[in-house]
């Protein structure tokens, strides 16, 4: 697969669609990417659309399949109360719509015990707001970041599977650290690298 900054999450789905027995997922931000993919390996994909009427109809007249929902709408709680009302369930959410309101898809989404939770470009933890992600003590959260020089961050957030999940090799891909659940903090990683020249530095000092 060609590498593409925008799609380094499809590595990481690879290996959740592998482990996991996703039949229905749902996303925030429809695209090029994600979309194909889900489509193509789940067997009912809703996709929301919640910032560009262009955008969506744009992607709408690119995918013509019958496992496939695409809505319009700005605001996941409406959708994931418009779900509950028809007990509809999902196997996986994905967040990587608008960004005032990924952090709350991804609180909805585990609110609900959705198996596997996927939330993209966890790396800007304030612009997205992730620090205000409210994990419940049976999820587990795994960074995932693509190692080719550009520090772009996928979380899976699971609720089984975790002894799975710690085991994972994806290529081009580093485990940046191993789940944990609450409390809620981002995840700051320290690179061995990092941490070796500064103990190298302050033993250097006479
Ligand atoms: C990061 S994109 C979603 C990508 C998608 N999940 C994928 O993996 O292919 C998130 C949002 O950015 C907006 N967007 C992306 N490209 C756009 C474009 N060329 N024109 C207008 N909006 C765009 C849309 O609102 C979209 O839902």
């Not at 700005?74 to 994931?80: A, L, Q, S, T």
């Not at 620090?131 to 899976?156: C, D, E, M, Q």
């Not at 409390?183 to 070796?196: A, G, N, S, T, W």
Request: glycine share 4%; proline share 5%.
């Amino acid at each position: 697969m060609e590498f593409d900054n925008y799609g380094s999450h499809l590595r990481v789905f690879e290996k959740v669609f592998a482990t996991f027995g996703i039949k229905k997922a749902l996303e925030f931000g429809l695209g090029k990417f994600s979309t194909p993919f889900f489509v193509n390996h789940a067997e009912v994909v809703v996709s929301i659309e919640q910032e560009s009427k262009e955008w969506y109809e744009r992607i709408k007249t690119q995918i013509h399949s019958a496992n496939w929902r695409p809505l319009f709408q700005p605001d996941p709680r409406v959708v994931f109360e418009h779900f509950d009302a028809s007990n509809q369930n999902f196997d996986l959410v994905f967040s990587d719509g608008a960004a005032e309101t990924r952090c709350l898809v991804a609180n909805l989404a585990m609110e609900r015990n959705v198996p596997v939770v996927v939330l993209h470009d966890t790396e800007k933890v304030w612009y997205y707001r992730w620090n205000l992600l409210s994990i419940p003590a049976n999820y587990g959260r795994f960074n995932f970041r693509h190692r080719r020089g550009v520090n772009k961050i996928t979380t899976i957030l699971a609720n089984s599977n975790q002894s799975i999940l710690e085991q994972w090799d994806i290529p081009d891909h580093d485990r940046i650290l191993q789940a944990y659940s609450s409390p809620c903090q981002p995840v700051i990683q320290l690179r061995y690298d990092e941490v070796r020249s500064s103990i190298d530095r302050l033993n250097r000092v006479p």
